[in-house]
């Protein structure tokens, strides 16, 4: 089980959320992630439509675009006007879940899209986040994330928590929990590595 200060940390960075809920969705409407949408894609396995879970699907911009490509696209959110937002704006079922108490159903999905939200959980919480979305997954299914990088430090960015990991680290993390690597690129594209601030990461349930 979490403890308390780790439920204290995610409540204070969903507050945040929470509070500034139509700024983010104005702030993010017109960010273009289908790079990181189409690695997520092409390594699904079977025949489309693919059932893909959207993990912090926010406002629901990347919900729309699933469903416009003809997947099915279930969104989670910990903020409840975001659960609201994405709900009217997509038609598309929105849980209402916090990452530390998530409660998803086994072998659900083909694909999880977890683009900048994991990041926000503390270092000693991302395994047992990372094992429920594994046991989420269909067999041979697929988790993209993308998270700002740095080097490993952890802790406040304005009023939302962040842990900020290296390559290294992320890898050991998510082979430690059963997931084998597909690919792992930096964005944005075709720009020096010190201008590509996020980490993007494919990988396969083992």
């Not at 403890?3 to 993010?28: K, S, W």
């Not at 696209?73 to 409840?80: N, R, T």
């Not at 990088?149 to 406040?156: A, I, P, T, V």
């Amino acid at each position: 089980m979490p403890d308390e200060n780790a439920r204290a940390i995610a409540d204070l960075t969903l507050d945040d959320y929470r509070n500034n809920a139509e700024a983010f969705r104005d702030g993010t409407r017109d960010h273009d992630v289908s790079q990181n949408i189409d690695a997520l894609l092409r390594h699904i396995r079977g025949e489309p439509p693919f059932r893909v879970l959207d993990l912090g699907c926010g406002p629901g911009r990347d919900l729309k675009a699933f469903t416009a490509r003809g997947h099915i696209a279930v969104g989670l959110d910990g903020a409840e006007p975001f659960v609201r937002m994405a709900s009217a704006e997509t038609g598309c079922e929105v849980l209402h879940q916090d990452f530390l108490q998530l409660d998803l159903p086994a072998e659900a999905f083909d694909g999880i899209f977890a683009n900048a939200v994991l990041f926000h959980l503390p270092s000693r919480e991302i395994a047992a986040v990372l094992l429920k979305l594994h046991a989420a997954l269909r067999p041979g299914g697929v988790l993209f994330s993308s998270n700002p990088r740095g080097n490993n430090q952890e802790g406040w960015s304005g009023a939302r928590y962040g842990t900020w990991y290296d390559w290294p680290t992320w890898c050991g993390l998510l082979q430690s929990v059963g997931f084998a690597e597909l690919e792992h690129y930096y964005r944005p594209t075709g720009l020096p590595r010190e201008q590509q601030p996020w980490l993007a990461s494919v990988w396969r349930k083992t």
